[in-house]
């Protein structure tokens, strides 16, 4: 099965491996939840199974798997509860929204993400120094990075004036708190280098073509993504343009 086979069974859909047949050689093997978009199943699960090979552990006899996919941000709560459910030992989780979901499904068990936009201003944690509470991973944004991103592409081409900003305002019906401080952010730096900012807000994967038409119609130069969950689990919908500075980053496409 190739990999668009893999993700369009995917969606739509909830892919489940349960415990009894991962790990019938021991009843005591530590119990790994993982749930992740179905922007990119396949590599994920190929990833942890591996894993193991490189530890002393061995997947089927001393540690096992179940896995959950989601198709809509909407399915994060209910996939993280079955999770909780199964009692795994710890949560890991592909993004900060999905960490959302599972802290707020248990605070006693682990939860560990892949990647999050901002985990203090997502309330995930604390603070980065002491991060309290069951949640611990990777956090990629900061504010001097959001405004740095405006001023690399304006490094790069001094003419600049009109960038798009692909972002989400809100995520399955809540105010999504990292959108609006990045956006405040780039908003500040886009007034100290003489930039117009477009937005480009996303509510459904569905979204992405009319907001790239309004964006070559408004002749933007450049785009900016945001910490977005539908850009992440709709990759395949994104434009692709040359010379690319991302990584919820910036673009600079021929438009």
């Known amino acids: 099965m190739d ?3 893999f993700v369009r069974t995917a969606a739509g859909a909830v892919l489940v491996k349960t415990f009894p047949a991962d790990a019938q050689s021991s009843t005591n093997a530590p119990r790994i939840g993982y749930m992740t978009d179905s922007s990119r199943p396949q ?3 190929e990833a942890l199974q591996h894993a193991p090979a490189r530890t002393p552990l061995r997947r089927g006899h001393n540690i096992a798997f179940a896995w959950r996919f989601a198709d809509t941000p909407e399915k994060y ?3 993280a509860a079955e999770l909780v459910a199964l009692k795994v030992d710890v949560i890991v989780v592909r993004t900060g929204y999905m960490a959302l979901a599972a802290q707020h499904a248990t605070k006693n068990i682990p939860v560990v993400m892949v990647t999050s936009g901002d985990a203090v201003q997502q309330g995930l944690v604390a603070s980065l120094a002491r991060p309290r509470g069951n949640v611990t991973g990777l956090t990629a944004i900061s504010p ?7 001023e690399l592409l304006k490094e790069f081409r001094p003419e600049l004036a009109r960038v798009a900003v692909l972002r989400c305002p809100m995520v399955a019906g809540q105010p999504n708190a990292v959108d609006q401080f990045q956006w405040r952010e780039l908003q500040g730096a886009a007034d100290a280098l003489g930039l117009h900012l477009q937005s480009l807000e996303v509510r459904h994967p569905s979204d992405f073509e009319a907001l790239f038409t309004a964006a070559v119609r408004e002749r933007a130069e450049a785009l900016v993504t945001l910490d977005c969950v539908y850009t992440n689990m709709a990759q395949t919908q994104v434009p692709d ?5 991302t990584g919820s980053g910036c673009e600079q496409p021929d438009w």
């Open 3 to 5: 990999r668009r086979t």
């Open 43 to 45: 590599s994920d699960v």
């Open 77 to 79: 709560a209910p996939l």
């Open 144 to 150: 001097d990075l959001t405004r740095k991103w405006l």
């Open 241 to 245: 343009p040359p010379r690319r500075v």
